[in-house]
Each structure stands twice: as C-alpha cells, then as structure tokens.
C-alpha cells in the first residue's frame, strides 16, 4: 500500500445489483442448464475475486482470460471450477493439475501439451475466427479426445461473432455449424456456446451450459435491451476546487468551451489517466448532490472540469463521474463509437475497486 493511502476516485461495485442481474441471466434458462459467469480482464474491470464472491452460489462455475487470473481466485480461496480461456503454454501447463483448473484445447497440439490428469474443454471454431479446432475435423477430434485417456475432456465449446446482432447472416452459419458439433459430441460430452447475448436472445444455444460476461455486469448487449438489468459499477470522485468564472472565460486544453455566463465549475480529479476517456471531452455528465452537471473543455490527464451555473459546492463534495443511469458505462460507450466491455475494463487498475 502507498504510504498516504488515498485515492482520487474509486470505483464501487453492487454485489445486490450483481445478484439481480444474475437472477435475471437465469430466469429463461431451462432447467438444468449450467451457467458459468465470465470474470476475465479483473471481472471487466469490477474486481475478480469480489465478484465471484458476491455471484458464487448463483453460478455452477467460473472462466478467465489467463492462468495468471485462475490462481489468483485459487489463493483467494474460490473453490468452483475454472476454465482457462486461453491456449495452454508450457510455461503453464503444470498450473492446471495443481491450482484444479480446466484448460481449453484449441489445437491439436494441447492433447499432448497438457499434463496428466488436466481436464479440458474443446473449442470448435465455428466462425468467431479466433481459437478453436476447424469444424472440418470434428471426427477426428472427437476420436482423438476418446484416445488420449490422461487427460479428460469436460466438454466441447464454441463462441459466437454476432450474437448480438439478431438472427443475422453470419449467426444462422454460426448455429448451422453448431448442429454438426451437436451431431459429433452432443450427448457425450457437455455443449456450451451461448455469450451474453445469446442467453438473452438465442435459446436454442442455451445447449447444456451459458456462459454470462457483460450482462452479468448490467449491459444487455442485444438489438433491443430490456431494462431489466443494471449496471454494477458507480465510479466516484469528489470536487477539487470549486471556481468562479466570467461569461466568456475558457475552461482547459485547447479552450475548446467558454462559459455561456458567470458562474462556477468543479475541477475533479478525475482523467484519461484513470479511465475517463478523453474522447468524452464535452460529452457526459457528472452527478452532484442528485443534480446533473456537464463536463465540460477537455478531458485531461488527471482532471475533468464540470460547469455548475450558479450552484456551488465545498471541495470535498462527492461526484458521480460515471455508473448513474445518464451517465453509465453503456452511455459512454455509445458516445463515443465503443462498447461497455472496453469502457469498463478501460478504467485504470489504481482505481480501487470495493464491494457495497
Ligand atoms: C468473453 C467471453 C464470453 C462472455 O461474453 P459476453 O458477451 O461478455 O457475455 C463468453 N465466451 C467466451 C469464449 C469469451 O471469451
């Protein structure tokens, strides 16, 4: 810890507003389906192990990004299972017996890679044209996974390019592709494809288990959101200096705003440093004491300017930089041309995350 522990900003996560959500997730799920709840890149930015820990009995299990992800919710005493995204590597492979973490085979290489007793799940490519096994293989892996008997096959994956996007062209090839790996493995080993959007919008890839990331988080990534989840994450910062200006004066980098007339602006110490993306400049509003202020010049490094008008506040005060409902991380990603998975995992890892 630095020796004067205080923080600019900090992020506060709802472990209840993470368990509505998660309710929801599983409301339309058949039963027994499984579901596994994405905490990869540090749970999108919302902290891994606290998340876990707030979803942990509403989730049959976990999946990361990285082994170095996977042992550091085994030190911090999660015990569900874990699947590893990621391709095994030599330089981890003996993490997988040892921290009881599945592996993904991606290629045929893993069979052999991965050491005695590693259970594994195996990824069919079926169009994302990320990691994955080419569906023109199936039988041969499928014969392939009965052969190699030290180590166990778990299940058999997919992921989808454009869940999101309605029954489009490419997720129609998608699922007709995901017939044939049901044809091949359906029935001998457990079958999961569906991202967020499609356990929200596709059920017929519910298959045997979801696997929940970004709407878990509170963003429905399909055409047409429901409002029934809500966002996770309120970043807070807290007023400066609060200053007068005259009508005309300019506000920071580029005097890119004047003010429309006299009146006062909060510098908050909050920039493009921490996550507040400087593309934003001019563009979200902060919350103050339950009313909406502009940001308003450039977004710097370390610092935002808010114009208030009239109003006045003490340094000190408290400001909702991002997570209010005009101001949350769907919001911003709009704004700017992006998605909330960047936004949210965009938010510097100095800004302490901390479970309400
Ligand atoms: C990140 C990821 C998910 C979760 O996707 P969301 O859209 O956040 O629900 C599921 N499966 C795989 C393979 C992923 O990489």
């Known amino acids: 810890m630095a020796d004067y522990p205080f923080y600019h900003s900090h992020i506060e996560i709802s472990g209840e507003v993470l368990q509505g959500n998660a309710r929801y997730l599983h409301r339309n799920l058949k039963s027994g389906t499984q579901s596994m709840a ?44 874990i699947l590893v995204f990621g391709v095994p590597v030599p330089q981890t492979v003996r993490a997988y017996p040892e921290y009881d973490l599945e592996a993904v085979v991606s290629e045929d290489g893993h069979f052999d890679l991965l050491e005695q007793g590693t259970a594994y799940h195996v990824e069919i490519d079926t169009g994302m044209g990320r990691l994955g096994i080419l569906p023109d293989d199936l039988d041969r892996v499928r014969r392939r996974i009965e052969s190699v008997g030290r180590i166990a096959c778990k299940g058999v994956m997919t992921h989808f390019a454009s869940a999101d996007e309605g029954d489009c062209a490419k997720m129609q090839e998608q699922k007709r592709l995901l017939a044939q790996v049901r044809e091949v493995f359906g029935g001998r080993y457990p079958l999961h494809a569906a991202n967020s959007a499609g356990s929200l919008d596709h059920p017929d890839t519910h298959l045997d288990m979801v696997r929940h990331g970004i ?75 339950q009313r909406w202020y502009p940001q308003v010049g450039r977004v710097t490094m370390d610092y935002i300017m808010v114009w208030l008008g ?47």
Not at 39 to 61: E, F, P, Q, T
Not at 248 to 254: E, K
Not at 334 to 341: D, K, L, M, R
Request: charged letters at 20%; proline letters at 6%; aromatic letters at 10%.
């Open 38 to 81: 994405v905490i990869k890149a540090d749970a999108y930015g919302h902290g891994a192990v606290d998340v876990a820990r707030a979803v942990g009995d509403l989730y049959d299990r976990f999946a990361v990004a990285n082994v170095t992800e996977a042992v550091a919710l085994r030190k911090a005493g999660v015990t569900k299972p």
């Open 215 to 289: 709407a878990l988080y509170g963003y429905d990534p399909t055409p047409e959101p429901s409002d029934q989840l809500r966002p996770a994450m309120k970043w807070r910062s807290w007023v400066a200096q609060c200053k007068y200006i005259h009508k005309g004066d300019s506000l920071s980098y580029g005097a890119t705003w004047q003010a429309p007339e006299d009146g006062y602006y909060a510098v908050v110490p909050t920039g493009y440093a921490d996550g507040y993306r400087r593309g934003l400049s001019g563009r979200m509003p902060v919350r103050i004491e």
């Open 310 to 356: 009239g109003d006045r506040y003490d340094a000190g005060t408290a400001v909702l930089v991002m997570g209010g409902e005009r101001n949350h991380a769907g919001l911003w990603a709009q704004a700017i041309g992006t998605i909330p998975y960047e936004i949210c995992c965009g938010i510097h890892t100095k800004v302490p995350r901390r479970m309400v």
